[in-house]
């Protein structure tokens, strides 16, 4: 099984709002990920977290703020968004040095 | 950082005929993946390949390492294997593992 999952499939939220977005996998891997993906873009990194811990965080604003509950769930907060943070925002997971397995997405739009 | 380029960056074909995808990168790598993204936006695998040659039904791959580039063969070509095709790669120095870097990928649109 190579599936990670992604919860909303979409989300519409205000500047105001809080949200959260939420990824699983049960494929016993120890690395999981964080993209951004603009319209018409490639995917961009956004966190990675090794053995539940982050390693990278490519400055990324703080309205953003990872978590990693446990190694099978990574989750993304959200605060204070943007309209311009509006963008299809993918998890994946990995052994370490190894192919990385993509979920399918969450759509954020930020009105 | 490295620099990955994709060509062309948009590609028209009549269903059944053959393509190849290019990838060039400016620096080594210990990891390299195709992807294929769905008009829904899901990225699936379609190989992992740093190096060496791999072939799975109608696609293949090539990896020339000491050259710095990468091959995607799509032979007879079908209307879903319309999209954006992505080669991303990996380097495992400086404290990089994890960091995949995506080219600007290739639209395929396939036609019946």
């Known amino acids: 099984d190579t599936e990670v999952t992604q919860t909303p499939k979409h989300l519409v939220m205000g500047m105001t709002n809080k949200k959260s977005l939420k990824c699983e996998q049960h494929m016993g891997h120890r690395a999981m990920y964080w993209y951004k993906q603009k319209a018409k873009k490639p995917p961009e990194l956004m966190f990675v977290y090794s053995y539940e811990k982050l390693s990278i965080n490519e400055s990324v604003p703080s309205r953003f703020s990872p978590e990693c509950p446990n190694s099978s769930l990574l989750n993304l907060h959200l605060h204070a968004l943007q309209p311009e943070d509006s963008a299809l925002y993918l998890c994946a997971s990995s052994q370490e040095q190894d192919t990385q397995y993509f979920g399918p997405g969450t759509r954020l739009t930020v009105l | 950082g490295i620099q990955v380029e994709q060509s062309p960056p948009d590609l028209i074909l009549q269903e059944g005929a053959n393509s190849t995808l290019r990838c060039n990168f400016s620096?080594?790598?210990?990891?390299l993946q195709w992807f294929h993204q769905n008009p829904w936006g899901q990225l699936i695998n379609l190989f992992y390949?740093?190096?060496?040659?791999k072939q799975n039904g109608r696609l293949s791959a090539t990896t020339v390492a000491t050259e710095r580039y990468s091959l995607l063969y799509i032979s007879s070509s079908q209307t879903t294997d319309s999209g954006v095709y992505f080669c991303a790669v990996e380097n495992w120095g400086s404290g990089n593992t994890g960091k995949l870097i995506f080219g600007q990928g290739t639209t395929l649109q396939v036609k019946p």
């Open positions: 390949i740093p190096s060496g040659t």
């Open positions: 620096d080594s790598v210990n990891n």
